[in-house]
């Protein structure tokens, strides 16, 4: 099961209002392992209230880095250098 991570992220917060604290955390794990940063927090504090178990979250820090190292390249590190700079390249 895959999804858009902000939408899994939404779908989180809205079980999560209605009390379903177990899907809520099953849709921030999802959105967490596609590399959504606000879902990664979210277990943590499910993990701090013993709502996410230590298994579970070691598993999610796992692959959100994974993630998030798959989305590295040096290509993408300069044009963000770039934009920080307010540089734009003309090719």
């Known amino acids: 099961i895959r999804g858009h991570q902000i939408a899994r992220h939404n779908l989180g917060c809205h079980e999560g209002r209605n009390g379903r604290i177990e899907r809520a955390m099953k849709h921030f794990i999802i ?3 596609l590399g959504d940063d606000l879902s990664m927090k979210k277990i943590k504090d499910g993990y701090v209230e013993g709502d996410v178990s230590k298994e ?12 998030v190292d798959a989305t590295k390249s040096s290509q993408r590190e300069e044009a963000e250098l ?4 307010g540089l734009s390249r003309i090719a």
């Open 31 to 33: 959105a967490a392992n």
């Open 56 to 67: 579970d979250f070691a598993a999610v820090l796992r692959a959100h880095q994974a993630s």
């Open 82 to 85: 770039a934009k920080q700079r």
